[in-house]
């Protein structure tokens, strides 16, 4: 419950935290659900298109407690999409290529807004930030979802961390020198927003790939390795939903799979990245 002790212990910077992270949850579940219904539509299916779900609207993809699970955990859901699997040219290929899409949207803007952010790295910091010789004060340390210093400009705490042990104060630079690197400071603000967009939505791809009914990764691996012979009825699907809801509010299984997965991938993707572009 991040959230709620943070707005007993920070209420301010909580509720500054929440304004960059609640449009982002509404791009990032809007553009999952209409991905899931555009390519329901591309594979014959207009029944999304129909009930006015390829919309930009947020309001016509949000399930409020999906949406809350998004603002408390970082991963959730928004409304299924309504498909008619009868109106499918070919149906285990199509019902694949549904439930993908989504999962694809999502992990697309990850990617995307990960060039976005390294790029803004370079403009918003003086190259002599780089040269101080700290081992945190690297760009991938800047740029990683569980690194110190992602941390400090994504919350807001604004101070440069200089080495793992960084909560000690005698090994933090206090805001008066991180301002004094900062070459471009509302760049801060944008850099911010991207932060926790980039974030939510791969936390948003890899929570749908569990294999887990209603999830998108129970279709994938139904039809992938079932040959789509697996067909669960509703009934079950909703007990395996309030399931889901309760591990995940009670206990910390299924954030910690979803926290170790993400920091992997993004990992990788950013060594690639600053590899790419000769920053690393």
Not at 78 to 107: E, Q, W
Not at 125 to 152: A, M, T, V
Not at 154 to 159: D, H, I, K, L
Request: aromatic share 14%.
């Amino acid at each position: 419950m991040g959230i709620l002790s943070g707005l007993q212990s920070d209420p301010l910077g909580t509720l500054i935290s929440l304004l960059y992270a609640i449009p982002a949850i509404l791009i990032a579940l809007t553009l999952h659900e209409m991905a899931h219904g555009y390519v329901a539509l591309r594979c014959g299916d207009p029944t999304a298109q129909m009930l006015g779900r390829l919309s930009f609207n947020p309001l016509h993809h949000l399930d409020p407690v999906g949406t809350l699970f998004m603002v408390l955990f970082g991963f959730g859901w928004a409304k299924p999409v309504p498909v008619n699997p009868r109106n499918f040219r070919h149906y285990r290929r199509d019902d694949l290529l549904v439930s993908i899409a989504g999962v694809i949207m999502n992990f697309c803007l990850f990617f995307v807004t990960m060039w976005v952010i390294t790029g803004i790295n370079e403009l918003m910091w003086s190259p002599e930030l780089w040269k101080l010789g700290y081992p945190l004060i690297n760009r991938k340390d800047f740029l990683s979802f569980n690194g110190f210093n992602f941390y400090s400009v994504s919350s807001g705490e604004n101070v440069l961390f200089t080495i793992a042990s960084g909560a000690n104060s005698g090994y933090v630079l206090e805001q008066p020198v991180f301002y004094q690197y900062l070459k471009t400071p509302w760049l801060l603000y944008v850099q911010r927003f991207l932060m926790g967009f980039a974030r939510i939505n791969l936390g948003l791809a890899v929570f749908n790939l569990l294999p887990i009914p209603p999830l998108d990764g129970y279709h994938v691996v139904n039809d992938i390795f079932l040959r789509g012979k697996l067909h669960i009825p509703s009934n079950v699907i909703r007990v395996f939903s309030v399931g889901l809801m309760m591990l995940m509010f009670f206990t910390d299984i299924i954030s910690n799979i979803i926290s170790q997965a993400v920091y992997f991938v993004q990992g990788g993707v950013l060594s690639g990245i600053l590899a790419v572009l000769g920053l690393g």
